[in-house]
Structures are given as C-alpha cells and as structure tokens.
C-alpha cells in the first residue's frame, strides 16, 4: 500500500500489510459505526465512508479497505478478525448495523462490541457493588474474544486507601489469575501503568457497567477530554449512559475502544472462556471417569471430589456450574 499505510500506533503491521496487500483500496481502522456511516482512522486523518448495505458492515475496531476516490467514499472489505468481544445480544437490542451471528432461524444472535484488540481491560469503579456472577461473565467473554483480560479497579480516590485495597484484593480472590491494576482518573494513580500496555500499537477493550469511569480513564490516558463524561447518579452509584456507541481512540502510542456500560452479558459460545476463567475445574474435569460428566451426579467425578475434598472453593464450583447451564 506504499505510502496509504495507516500509522503502526492504529496498530498496523506485517501480517495486516500482507492481508491487504491484493485488495484494493485504502486501509484504515474503524472508529466508529454510525447508521449507514462508519468513521475511519488512516494515515491522512478521519474519514466518514458510506456502510455498505450486504450484511458486512464492520464493528469498531476492524480494519477495512476504503474507496476514497469515488463522489461518496465507501468501504470495499472488511479484514477477518483476530479477536473479537462478543456477547449474546439482549433481546432488546435492534442494531443493523452491527455484523451479528445468529445460531439458525430466529433464535438468539450475538452482538460483537469491537475487534481485533490485544487486551481486554474489565473496568469496575469502588463505588459499585462486586458482583462475583458479573466478573465472571465479564471473565469468559473476555476470555473468548481470544484477547488477554486483565482488570481495572477504577476511581480509587473515592474512600480511604484501605477501602480501595480490600476492593482490590476481593477482585483478585474472584479472580486469581488476572492482573489487577488500581486507578483513578482523578490522581493518576495507575494510569502509567495502563500506557505501558498501550505501547507499539497494541489496542485494548474496556467492558464495564455504566459509572464504572471507562470514559473518564479514556481521558486520563489521551491527557485531554476525548469523551463525554456523565457524574453518577446520587443514591444508587448508578451511572448514567455517557458512551452511547463503540468508539477507538488513540491513546499513548496505541488505541482504545471504548464501549457503552454493559447492564447484561449473555455468554455466546462459551466453551473457551469457561476453560480459561475457571482453569482448574477445567483441568480436574479430564480425570473424570466420563468424558460427558456434567459434574452434578455422575460417579467417578473428579471435580465434585476435589469440592468434597476442599480442593476446590465451593462457592467458585457453583458460579461455575450456573454458568455451564447459560
């Protein structure tokens, strides 16, 4: 693509550069999907181009070739993905212009919040309630976008030091092989240690609920207010909408995609991210003696052993087993 290739801080690289390197157009990263309109980050700028109307249009995040030269711009293709965050879609989400999966006929579809991201950083604020069933629906859907999960314990400046440690601590107990980094907009603290993960182009995720402070951690790591923020509601700690659609953004040497609060997280394909958020369970579950034990009642069950046996916490079983039954 010569000199039309985006900048490596989009995240471009060998393996995209030889993926475009037949197709025609101009490569560029998608910033945001409007109706009928998808914005674009190149090497020359933003761009708005016309979506295409046969079914393919991208999510935030993907890469796509781009006819620039025609009276309206459009979009040529869309990249295959190499990761992608993706949940069941709630049944009252009607979004054309998301590219959705369905499993045949009129039955449940999934809804890809964005694309080809390196990490995916699950964003909880002090203020809001843990809630182990959450993370752990988080966990797996971060897990299966094949990106790496990590978690962000935002707005510590909120309450004492000692309230936003015990925070911590119970995020890793929930979950004990994540990194967890602590944060807050409004100090800094944590937010160098965010950028490093930014660098050489790499692009992360953020998933949290509305008020968790992903659009005021975006500001913070930009160093300038790229999103709208929105206070909390008084009495609940229940935030309002600020993110309303999927958006990337450039952030210290890498991007960010940024994504409305989730309230619902319906798995959709669940197998690997069950595996590796719950990796012990996984591994005692090979030495059981059928290879289609459900772990409730089946004899020669290795997994309910090690619960008997307090191998395994039994609480940590049981969010397991409710979901293996979503």
Not at 78 to 86: D, G, I, N, Y
Not at 146 to 175: F, I, N, S, Y
Not at 253 to 272: M, S, Y
Request: charged share 25%.
């Amino acid at each position: 693509m010569g000199d039309d290739e985006p900048a490596a801080e989009l995240g471009w690289d060998q393996q995209w550069a030889e993926w475009f390197a037949d197709v025609p157009g101009v490569p560029a990263r998608v910033a945001r999907v409007d109706r009928g309109w998808v914005r674009v980050l190149r090497d020359g700028g933003e761009l708005s181009v016309a979506a295409p109307t046969d079914g393919t249009t991208p999510v935030t995040g993907d890469w796509v070739a781009c006819r620039v030269d025609a009276p309206t711009p459009g979009l040529v293709s869309v990249a295959e993905r190499r990761t992608a965050l993706t949940r069941r879609a709630p049944a009252d989400v009607a979004e054309p212009h998301d590219r959705t999966a369905h499993r045949g006929g009129g039955g449940p579809r999934s809804q890809t919040l964005a694309a080809n991201m390196d990490q995916v950083w699950i964003v909880h604020s002090v203020d809001q309630p843990l809630r182990a069933g959450w993370l752990d629906r988080a966990l797996v859907i971060a897990f299966g976008s094949g990106a790496r999960p990590g978690v962000v314990v935002a707005k510590t400046d909120l309450g004492g030091d000692q309230d936003h440690r015990d925070h911590a601590a119970r995020v890793a107990e929930l979950a004990p092989t994540m990194q967890v980094v602590s944060t807050s907009s409004v100090t800094g603290n944590g937010i160098d240690r965010l950028v490093t993960q930014l660098a050489n182009g790499r692009c992360a995720a953020l998933l949290g609920r509305s008020g968790s402070g992903k659009s005021s951690l975006i500001n913070a790591l930009v160093g300038r207010t790229a999103q709208r923020t929105a206070t909390v509601r008084a009495g609940d700690a229940r935030g309002r909408h600020t993110t309303t659609r999927r958006s990337l953004t450039l952030v210290a040497g890498g991007t960010v995609i940024d994504t409305p609060g989730v309230r619902a997280l319906g798995l959709w394909e669940p197998a690997t991210g069950l595996a590796r958020t719950f990796p012990r369970i996984t591994e005692l579950a090979d030495e059981c003696r059928f290879t289609d034990c459900t772990h409730r009642h089946e004899p020669g069950c290795a997994v309910r052993a090690a619960v008997d046996d307090g191998r395994v916490d039994p609480e940590r079983f049981q969010r397991y087993i409710t979901l293996s039954d979503s």
